[in-house]
């Protein structure tokens, strides 16, 4: 069993930046790989970026690929979202998950933090 608690999202200009944190309990979090979605009002649950256990591969969607930077410390059972250069179509909630392998959908997360919002102004 992972709990997942994410923290960091807030209201911010175009062109700022945030990070997201995802803190996680049990000893089990180097085992899983890890991974950011979102959801905008009114939209489907969508992909962000995804992590190995390990750290060493990344994934990213095309739509924040060179904005954010996924990345996990596994001594402190922590996955960060670097989020730069925001824009105002990144406003949504950010959710992470934790999953067997760093998949692309949803449904292969097996645990998911309550989210938080970013909300990001023109």
């Known amino acids: 069993q992972v709990q997942l608690v994410e923290s960091g999202g807030g209201l911010v200009q175009a062109g700022g930046s945030l990070r997201l944190s995802c803190a996680a309990s049990g000893r089990t979090f180097s085992r899983y790989a890890m991974g950011w979605f979102r959801q905008a009002p009114g939209k489907e649950r969508e992909f962000v970026a995804a992590?190995?256990?390990?750290?060493?591969?990344?994934y990213y969607a095309g739509s924040v690929k060179g904005r954010f930077t996924i990345s996990r410390v596994n001594a402190k059972n922590t996955v960060y979202l670097q989020m730069n250069n925001l824009k105002p179509e990144d406003t949504a909630v950010y959710y992470c998950?934790?999953?067997?392998?760093?998949?692309?959908?949803?449904?292969?997360?097996?645990?998911w933090g309550q989210g938080t919002q970013v909300t990001v102004s023109s």
């Open positions: 992590i190995s256990w390990s750290g060493g591969s990344t």
């Open positions: 998950a934790a999953a067997q392998k760093p998949f692309y959908t949803d449904l292969e997360y097996d645990y």
